[in-house]
C-alpha cells in the first residue's frame, strides 16, 4: 500500500472554496494511486470563528488564568470542527471518509499541557480504515496521552501530526499543503521578490525553521528526515510544484550540503533583548551564570564568552526576569531591548571564504549596527536593531543573490 499523508494548514480548510480546492488535492493522489491519509489544521487565523487563536481569547477573556489542562481542552475543538466539516465535505463528494481525533489516529503524548510530545504512535485505526477504502482525516496539533488526557503539541504542532503518522505509516511521501507556492528564500511577507526553492536538505530547512522560518516546525522536519521520508511543501491554491525537502547530497555531509548555492535562505527572529553580563574573572562565574538561567528555564541564545564579559540574547518576555537572577549573582548587567536575529542559512556555505565578509558588508552598507553575531558551519547570525530587521533581511537576500 502506497500511503501519502497530505496536510493541510489553517488556510486551506478555512472557506468552502479553499475545501474545495483540498478534495482535489486529495482526488488526485488517489488517481495517482496512493491511499490519502489526511491532516487538518484547525479553520482559519486568528479572528477567524473556530481558529485555535479564537479559541484561546474566548477562554482568557474568561479566565485570564485559566489552568493548562482546560486550554488544551478548548484548543483542540478548532482541529476537531475543521476535520467533522472536511469530512463532512468530502462525503458530500460520494468519498468515504472518516474524522479521528489525534487519541482516535494512535497519537500518543506526555502530559505537558500546551507543548505536548509525542511518545508513540499507534497506527491501528488508521490502518484499519485505509484497508477498507476510506480515508481517515485526522486532527493534527493534538494527542492524547496514555491515561486519556488531551493535549495540544504547540505552535506548528499539526506539520508535527503529519510527519509522525508519515513515520509511523510507512509513508512514501508527507505533504504539507498551505497558503504559499513552497519555501522561499525569504518569508514572502518581507521580501517581495523571494524565490521559490525547488528543493532543500532537511537540515538548512531545520535550520530555517529553527531561525523562524515559520512555514513548517522543524520537529516535523526532524522526525521526517529520521525516517527518512521526503516532504514536499506546496500550496493548496495553485498548482505549482513545491518545494521538495531530502537528503540532498547525503554522501559525508549529514544531508545538509547544497553544493550549487552559497546561501539557501534568508530568516528572522524578533522580539529578542540582549543582555551583556560584566563579570569577575574567577573561574566558574562564567558557569554560574548559564546555570542560573537554566535553572530559571531561560534559554539562551548567540552566546560569546569573553574574558570578563558575557553576551548572549533571551526572549524579550523574560529578559526583566534574567537581569533580576544575574543581578542577584552580584554582576553589572545591561539590557538592551528591541533586537532582531537574523540569520543565512546555507549547506553550501561549508568551509567557503569570504562569505562573513560579504554578510558584514551588506549590513555596514545600509548603515546597519552590527550588535552581536554568532556563526556556524552552515549559518550566519547577527543581532541588529528591531527597526533594522526588514533592512536586514532584505539586504542580506539581495547581497546572496537569491532574488528572483
Ligand atoms: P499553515 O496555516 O498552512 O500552516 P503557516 O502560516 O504556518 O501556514 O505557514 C505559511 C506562511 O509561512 C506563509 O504564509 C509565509 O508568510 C510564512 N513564511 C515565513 N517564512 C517563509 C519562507 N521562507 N518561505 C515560505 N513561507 C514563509
Ligand atoms: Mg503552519
Same mark, same amino acid.
Not at 161 to 185: K, P, Q
Given at each position: 500500500m502506497r500511503i501519502i499523508v497530505q496536510k493541510f494548514g489553517g488556510t486551506s480548510v478555512s472557506s468552502p472554496e479553499a475545501r474545495q480546492l483540498v478534495v482535489g488535492k486529495i482526488i488526485k493522489a488517489k488517481q495517482q494511486g496512493f491511499a490519502p491519509v489526511v491532516v487538518v489544521s484547525a479553520m482559519g487565523r486568528k479572528g477567524d470563528h473556530y481558529a485555535t487563536d479564537t479559541l484561546i481569547e474566548l477562554a482568557r477573556s474568561t479566565n485570564k488564568n485559566i489552568a493548562a489542562r482546560e486550554l488544551d481542552q478548548i484548543m483542540c475543538c478548532g482541529e476537531m470542527i475543521s476535520a467533522v466539516v472536511m469530512a463532512a465535505t468530502l462525503q458530500s463528494k460520494g468519498l468515504e471518509a472518516t474524522m479521528l481525533t489525534g487519541g482516535q489516529a494512535g497519537v500518543i503524548t506526555d502530559m505537558n499541557y500546551n507543548n505536548a510530545r509525542i511518545l508513540k504512535v499507534d497506527p491501528s485505526q488508521i490502518l484499519r480504515l485505509v484497508k477498507q477504502g476510506k480515508i481517515p482525516i485526522v486532527c493534527g496539533f493534538q494527542g492524547m496521552s496514555p491515561e486519556g488526557e488531551l493535549t495540544t503539541l504547540g505552535r506548528g504542532g499539526s506539520d508535527t501530526t503529519a510527519s509522525a503518522l508519515g513515520g509511523a505509516l510507512n509513508a512514501e511521501l508527507i505533504e504539507i499543503y498551505t497558503d504559499v507556492d513552497g519555501i522561499m528564500t525569504a518569508d514572502p511577507r518581507i521580501v517581495s521578490n523571494a524565490k521559490i526553492l525547488d528543493c532543500?536538505?532537511?537540515?538548512?530547512?531545520?535550520?530555517?525553521?529553527?531561525?523562524?522560518?515559520?512555514?513548517?516546525?522543524?520537529?516535523?522536519?526532524?522526525?521526517?528526515?529520521?525516517?527518512?521520508?521526503?516532504?514536499?511543501?506546496?500550496?493548496?491554491?495553485?498548482?505549482?510544484?513545491?518545494?521538495?525537502?531530502?537528503?540532498?547530497?547525503?554522501?559525508?555531509?549529514?544531508?545538509?550540503?547544497?553544493?550549487?548555492?552559497?546561501?539557501?535562505?534568508?530568516?528572522?527572529?524578533? %522580539?529578542?533583548? &540582549? +543582555?551583556?553580563?560584566?563579570?569577575?574573572?574567577?573561574?566558574?562565574? =562564567?558557569?554560574? @551564570?548559564? *546555570? #542560573?538561567?537554566?535553572?530559571?528555564?531561560?534559554?539562551?541564545?548567540?552566546?560569546?564568552?569573553?574574558?570578563?564579559?558575557?553576551?548572549?540574547?533571551?526572549?524579550?518576555?523574560?529578559?526583566?526576569?534574567?537581569?533580576?537572577?544575574?543581578?542577584?549573582?552580584?554582576?553589572?548587567?545591561?539590557?538592551?531591548?528591541?533586537?532582531?536575529?537574523?540569520?543565512?542559512?546555507?549547506?553550501?556555505?561549508?568551509?567557503?571564504?569570504?562569505?562573513?565578509?560579504?554578510?558584514?558588508?551588506?549590513?555596514?552598507? %545600509?548603515?546597519? &549596527? +552590527?550588535?552581536?553575531?554568532?556563526?556556524?558551519?552552515?549559518?550566519? =547570525?547577527?543581532? @541588529?536593531? *528591531? #527597526?533594522?530587521?526588514?533592512?536586514?533581511?532584505?539586504?542580506?537576500?539581495?547581497?546572496?543573490?537569491?532574488f528572483n
Amino acid at each position: 500500500m502506497r500511503i501519502i499523508v497530505q496536510k493541510f494548514g489553517g488556510t486551506s480548510v478555512s472557506s468552502p472554496e479553499a475545501r474545495q480546492l483540498v478534495v482535489g488535492k486529495i482526488i488526485k493522489a488517489k488517481q495517482q494511486g496512493f491511499a490519502p491519509v489526511v491532516v487538518v489544521s484547525a479553520m482559519g487565523r486568528k479572528g477567524d470563528h473556530y481558529a485555535t487563536d479564537t479559541l484561546i481569547e474566548l477562554a482568557r477573556s474568561t479566565n485570564k488564568n485559566i489552568a493548562a489542562r482546560e486550554l488544551d481542552q478548548i484548543m483542540c475543538c478548532g482541529e476537531m470542527i475543521s476535520a467533522v466539516v472536511m469530512a463532512a465535505t468530502l462525503q458530500s463528494k460520494g468519498l468515504e471518509a472518516t474524522m479521528l481525533t489525534g487519541g482516535q489516529a494512535g497519537v500518543i503524548t506526555d502530559m505537558n499541557y500546551n507543548n505536548a510530545r509525542i511518545l508513540k504512535v499507534d497506527p491501528s485505526q488508521i490502518l484499519r480504515l485505509v484497508k477498507q477504502g476510506k480515508i481517515p482525516i485526522v486532527c493534527g496539533f493534538q494527542g492524547m496521552s496514555p491515561e486519556g488526557e488531551l493535549t495540544t503539541l504547540g505552535r506548528g504542532g499539526s506539520d508535527t501530526t503529519a510527519s509522525a503518522l508519515g513515520g509511523a505509516l510507512n509513508a512514501e511521501l508527507i505533504e504539507i499543503y498551505t497558503d504559499v507556492d513552497g519555501i522561499m528564500t525569504a518569508d514572502p511577507r518581507i521580501v517581495s521578490n523571494a524565490k521559490i526553492l525547488d528543493c532543500i536538505s532537511y537540515g538548512e530547512v531545520c535550520q530555517l525553521a529553527h531561525q523562524g522560518a515559520k512555514v513548517i516546525h522543524p520537529r516535523a522536519v526532524e522526525i521526517a528526515m529520521q525516517k527518512g521520508i521526503p516532504l514536499m511543501v506546496k500550496s493548496t491554491f495553485t498548482d505549482a510544484e513545491g518545494t521538495l525537502i531530502t537528503n540532498i547530497n547525503n554522501g559525508d555531509t549529514g544531508g545538509t550540503a547544497v553544493t550549487d548555492r552559497i546561501a539557501t535562505g534568508v530568516t528572522y527572529l524578533a %522580539n529578542i533583548a &540582549q +543582555i551583556k553580563v560584566d563579570i569577575l574573572d574567577t573561574n566558574d562565574a =562564567s558557569f554560574k @551564570v548559564f *546555570k #542560573t538561567m537554566a535553572e530559571s528555564g531561560i534559554s539562551v541564545d548567540l552566546i560569546n564568552v569573553h574574558p570578563g564579559k558575557i553576551m548572549f540574547t533571551v526572549n524579550e518576555d523574560v529578559a526583566e526576569q534574567a537581569v533580576i537572577k544575574l543581578e542577584k549573582l552580584g554582576h553589572k548587567v545591561e539590557m538592551v531591548k528591541d533586537c532582531a536575529k537574523v540569520s543565512v542559512v546555507g549547506g553550501g556555505m561549508r568551509e567557503v571564504p569570504g562569505v562573513m565578509a560579504s554578510f558584514v558588508e551588506a549590513l555596514t552598507m %545600509n548603515n546597519i &549596527q +552590527i550588535l552581536q553575531t554568532v556563526d556556524s558551519h552552515t549559518s550566519i =547570525s547577527v543581532l @541588529v536593531r *528591531k #527597526t533594522d530587521m526588514q533592512k536586514s533581511v532584505t539586504a542580506l537576500h539581495e547581497k546572496f543573490s537569491l532574488f528572483n
